[in-house]
């Protein structure tokens, strides 16, 4: 399936509000974007968590209001290791979870926006769990259609789109425009909120 069709079928089920369906589709689409940006890197987890950091810029500003570069949340990786950050939630709890057909663990999950603009999501410390807000679906599909390793994609409708705090984006206007994109976004007068845990940080 093209890239292209990933994000058709993410933003289609948005729209349906079936978002546990578009936050898939919104991995598979970073999972092909990294495996054409990075052939080098043979493991899927690691060029998936790199695309993520290389466009945290972009992920901060739609997903809204925190700092995810910084935030370290105190729940367990993989291994078993206190404290993880975003890139390593999207990979283990959402993308691992929902690409081979499992149900997302316990507490996790994708939150519908109140409204346009106000967005919510929790982190439950004691039950060691998260949701994320309906934004961090666009916040991951957007980077995947600015990739110039995706220039050649097209959805054949100009009726897809997505939207930041100023700017509206056609994305079949949009493939591979990262540099552009980049130019017009609101960086400087973002919200990141650096969420700090320290005093909730559980023992291991």
């Not at 970073?30 to 987890?45: F, H, L, N, S």
């Not at 897809?160 to 130019?183: K, L, T």
């Amino acid at each position: 399936m093209k890239i292209a069709d990933h994000i058709k079928h993410s933003l289609e089920a948005c729209d349906n509000r079936d978002l546990d369906k578009a936050m898939l589709f919104a991995c598979l689409a970073v999972d092909g974007t990294a495996k054409k940006m990075y052939p080098q890197i043979e493991k899927v987890g690691e060029r998936f968590r790199k695309f993520i950091v290389e466009h945290l810029d972009i992920i901060e500003l739609m997903h809204g209001g925190l700092n995810l570069q910084e935030t370290v949340f105190p729940f367990k990786d993989s291994k078993g290791n206190i404290g993880v950050k975003f890139e390593d939630i999207i990979y283990e709890k959402f993308r691992c979870n929902l690409a081979h057909g499992n149900e997302l663990p316990d507490g996790y999950g994708v939150t519908v926006k109140v409204q346009d603009g106000i967005q919510q999501f929790m982190i439950d410390i004691k039950n060691q769990s998260m949701t994320l807000p309906e934004s961090a679906i666009y916040a991951l599909g957007l980077p995947c259609v600015l990739a110039p390793v995706n220039a050649d994609q097209r959805i054949g409708s100009n009726s897809y789109h997505y939207r930041d705090p100023i700017n509206h984006y056609v994305v079949d206007r949009w493939w591979g425009s990262v540099e552009c994109a980049r130019r017009i976004m609101d960086f400087e007068n973002q919200v990141k909120v650096k969420m700090d845990f320290t005093n909730v940080w559980p023992s291991a």
